[in-house]
């Protein structure tokens, strides 16, 4: 069993045959960044865009209902702003 973590704090365990050679990174099974062996040093992500939305922010720390309200009310204003 090896445990990867990736650069915003998941862990993902991974399990790999005694004879198999452990990758220095993983994609994280919770948000599919790379994720590495060393949890001070995860590896980053080169992002396209914005690394991480405020909606991302907050949709971490609150729960996945309160996360779906506040995406509702942000489709309702970018809807409202169009
Ligand atoms: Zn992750």
């Known amino acids: 069993m090896v445990t990867f973590f990736c650069a915003i ?6 399990v790999f045959a005694a004879s ?3 990758p220095a990174t993983w994609d994280c099974h919770d948000c599919d ?3 590495g062996l060393d949890p001070n040093n995860p590896p980053v992500s080169i992002p396209s865009g914005p690394y ?3 909606l991302a922010y907050v949709r971490e720390r609150r729960s996945d209902a309160d996360a779906e309200a506040i995406l509702a009310e942000a489709l309702t204003k970018l809807r409202a702003a169009a």
């Not at 704090?9 to 991974?14: A, E, L, P, R, V």
């Open 20 to 22: 198999a050679e452990v």
């Open 9 to 14: 704090g998941h862990t993902t365990n991974t």
């Open 52 to 54: 991480k939305s405020h």
């Open 33 to 35: 960044r790379p994720a």
